[in-house]
């Protein structure tokens, strides 16, 4: 007589495999579906610690919907900021460029002297 494996009752045994040790009852087995609902249907042997993966929503939204409001008084990100910006930029190079070629003369010259 086949009992279950996990309550050793011998009353509605599931075949839920071809395994002939596999015995589960049917209250085990819902106890079991209860605690662990995301396990893959089956044989909890066979099957082992296998889960299903339920997405409900979509994780990349194919419509985007964005609105930027941007105040008169607020210049950041716009193009003519961008080229304040590059021209400063520019201009503080050159200034650090000019600077370090005065310095190697002049260090040259002191070497020199």
């Known amino acids: 007589m086949t009992s279950c494996l996990w309550c050793e009752e011998s009353l509605n045994i599931l075949r839920l495999c071809e395994n002939q040790d596999h ?3 049917s209250i085990c087995y819902e106890e079991y579906l209860k605690n662990f609902p995301k396990r893959l249907k089956g044989c909890p042997y066979c099957n082992g ?3 299903t993966s339920v997405v409900t929503e979509p994780l990349i939204s194919n419509t985007v919907d964005v609105t930027v409001s941007q105040s008169a008084a607020n210049r950041e990100n716009t193009n003519e900021c961008c080229e304040v910006c590059c021209k400063c930029c520019c201009y503080c190079s050159c200034a650090t460029f000019f600077c370090l070629i005065i310095k190697g003369t002049m260090a040259s010259i002191f070497l020199l002297s």
Request: glycine share 0%.
């Open 23 to 25: 015995n589960i009852c």
């Open 49 to 51: 610690i296998e889960e």
